[in-house]
């Protein structure tokens, strides 16, 4: 599905409204679900499930008593409890004065710890599975590239090229393709000539043709916040020149960006069988490096591709949740790492995103199809979920901080001590939020 057929429909800003508030209703709606059906298995009532803040819209009350609500701002939701003091979860000692034991037993504060603990951890554990499980979904649905180097599709270009689907690939420029593991590093090592020869094996028999260097400036994707986006690019675009500069590899258009070093540069681009030239300038980026750190290089924000995709056999379902585990697993390392060296200085903190910068990222991989668009909501319903286990008073982290206190004290931190820590942990939040949307705004 071409999503970005909505864009052109409804225009930017709106497409990007749109797809932002879809993608953020399903991460809250399975981060409060997470809250809800845990808190329901361990006797926990609650009063209000709301999709979005403010005025209620819709409405409407389960048998169990709870209020399942769409409301007017669709920023956000909440599970507010029975004896919560308001729908941030705020504890309320006091809530239960008066009860029977057993009418206690069903409110929030009123509940054993280990049923309060569960319940409030349960939101980031549903958003960790609900992306393993898009994650593994996808790979599912993709498979995993052949062994073999057998072409499932040329892309279009405008070069000849003397590939066909179902060809394999046994050997580019007389040297024999190795296995896939390394054809990255042997695909960069081939000389950047405009034609050259490829041994396939077709139809039995094997012939040589002539095409590309493998890896041709084809745009593969693009980065939000980037200067590719600003200049529209699109996914499938080819680029031919650069400052007058024929371009036969993507290795080339990456040497020139890095020499250009800020400059403006002039790219001619070819799509659906025209050109047009397009002025751009690269952007300082921090990206993460082979050691685990992470290295400033000038990029005009597009991922590069093969001439080809290649064929892919399918994948086990034990195998694919392995691989969406993992990517839940690169997530929440890769996020940490950034932030860690935020913190300390090693890279910008133009780095950060606020809510409009993260509605831009949505916008760009939904742009790029059904499945980038998925693939994003994955990876942002890890990265919520993580910062809801930061030890901050009213995240996630927060409550389950003041458990731990209570759990080793054998008693719950006094209702005062409570509320200072709730404002100061509101006052950060805020304070992150800030900086996101400066850094939206400020940075390029």
Known sequence: MDLSNLSAVFGNSAFTVVVFIIALSIIVTVHEYGHYIVGKWCGIKADVFSLGFGKPLVQRTAKDGTVWQIAAIPLGGYVKFAGDANAASAPDAHAVDGMAPDEARHTMPGAPLWARTLTVAAGPVFNFIFSALVFAGLSLSTGQVKDTLE???????????????????????????????QMGTFIETLPRTAQMDYTVERGGAQVVVTGPHPFPVIVGGITPKSAARDARLDVGDVITTIDGVTLNSFYELRDAVAAAEG??????????????????????????????????????????????TQATDPVGIGEALVHGVEGVWSVITGSLSGLYNMVVRNISA?????????????STMASQGIDSYISVIAFLSTAI????????????????????????RGKPLPDRAVGIMMGFGLVVVLFFMSMGLAADFLCK
């Not at 892309?155 to 040297?175: N, R, Y």
């Not at 780095?351 to 990222?361: E, H, K, Y």
């Not at 979920?385 to 080793?408: M, Q, S």
């Open 350 to 362: 133009c780095n950060l995103t606020g809510a409009v910068g993260m509605a831009g990222a949505v």
């Open 151 to 181: 072409i499932a599709q040329v892309k279009p270009v405008p070069f000849e090229v003397g590939l066909q689907s179902g060809d394999t690939i046994v050997a580019i420029g007389g040297v024999a393709v190795p296995e896939l593991s």
């Open 385 to 408: 979920g993580l910062i809801n286990l930061f030890p901050i008073p009213v995240l996630d982290g927060g409550h389950l901080v003041f458990y731990t206190y209570e759990a080793v």
């Open 263 to 308: 400059r403006e540069m002039t790219l001619t681009v070819w799509r659906d069988g025209e050109t047009f030239d397009s002025t751009m300038t690269a952007r300082r980026r921090d990206i993460p490096a082979d050691d685990g750190g992470f290295e400033t290089r000038w990029l005009i924000g597009i991922y590069g591709s093969t001439l080809y």
